[in-house]
T-cell receptor, first 118, second 111 residues
Framework: GAVVSQHPSRVICKSGTSVKIECRSL??????MFWYRQFPKQSLMLMAT?????????EQGVEKDKFLINHASLTLSTLTVTSAHPEDSSFYIC??????????????FGPGTRLTVL | EDQVTQSPEALRLQEGESSSLNCSYT??????LFWYRQDPGKGPEFLFTLYSAGEEKEKERLKATLTKKESFLHITAPKPEDSATYLC????????????FGGGTRVLVKP
């Protein structure tokens, strides 16, 4: 149980184009989803938190117009990197939290998406 | 601000050589401490959640323990397939349901 998928797993695009990454919770409903970025040999950096049907909350320093997040349903969140540039190349990982009402909600992570911007 | 520090940064073990990883934390009201395993090029895989000091959890060769200031992940008689980066994260009352991660410990188990 608690499986999270991401699509695509890898994407290569040209500078200036936009890229959409999907995150789906396959066997549970996720009240909250999170988007992280990870650079080589570094830990995860939280970019934003999204709740179904409401606007995402972005971490300080993350451009909301650059990284568009849509949490359209309890099983799907999307991250769109707009006008991508080489510095946006990174490993993007989403997580989903079941929100079962306990005081602590475990986050289950997707397999990640490797974005390379040429 | 919540802070998490993991040590050592890297650990090389011989197969069967038991060891421990450390996760020190400073939080405002701990709601939970999480351990994840991450293989290269993949997302983190959930291992354990610990909620209060004195709590212990086990899974195969892994055992996690928690005190008021730190958590340990003990690896007993490791096998090469235990090679991975182990991440520690905390969830605090001040930060809501967000996780604050440590830098991770890269473990390499040689046969």
């Amino acid at each position: 149980g608690a499986v999270v998928s991401q699509h695509p797993s890898r994407v290569i695009c040209k500078s200036g184009t936009s890229v959409k990454i999907e995150c789906r919770s396959l066997d549970f409903q996720a009240t909250t989803m999170f988007w992280y970025r990870q650079f080589p040999k570094q830990s995860l950096m939280l970019m934003a938190t999204s709740n179904e049907g409401s606007k995402a909350t972005y971490e300080q320093g993350v451009e909301k117009d650059k990284f568009l997040i849509n949490h359209a349903s309890l099983t799907l969140s999307t991250l769109t990197v707009t006008s991508a540039h080489p510095e946006d190349s990174s490993f993007y990982i989403c997580s989903a939290s079941p929100g079962q009402g306990s005081i602590t909600d475990t986050q289950y992570f997707g397999p990640g998406t490797r974005l390379t911007v040429l | 601000e919540d802070q998490v520090t993991q040590s050592p940064e890297a650990l090389r073990l011989q197969e069967g050589e038991s060891s421990s990883l450390n996760c020190s934390y400073t939080v405002s009201g701990l709601r939970g401490l999480f351990w994840y395993r991450q293989d290269p090029g993949k997302g983190p895989e959930f291992l354990f959640t610990l909620y209060s000091a004195g709590e212990e959890k086990e899974k195969e060769r892994l055992k996690a323990t928690l005190t008021k200031k730190e958590s340990f992940l003990h690896i007993t008689a490791p096998k090469p397939e235990d090679s991975a980066t182990y991440l520690c994260a905390v969830q605090s009352g001040a930060a809501g349901n967000k996780l604050t991660f440590g830098g991770g410990t890269r473990v390499l188990v040689k046969p």
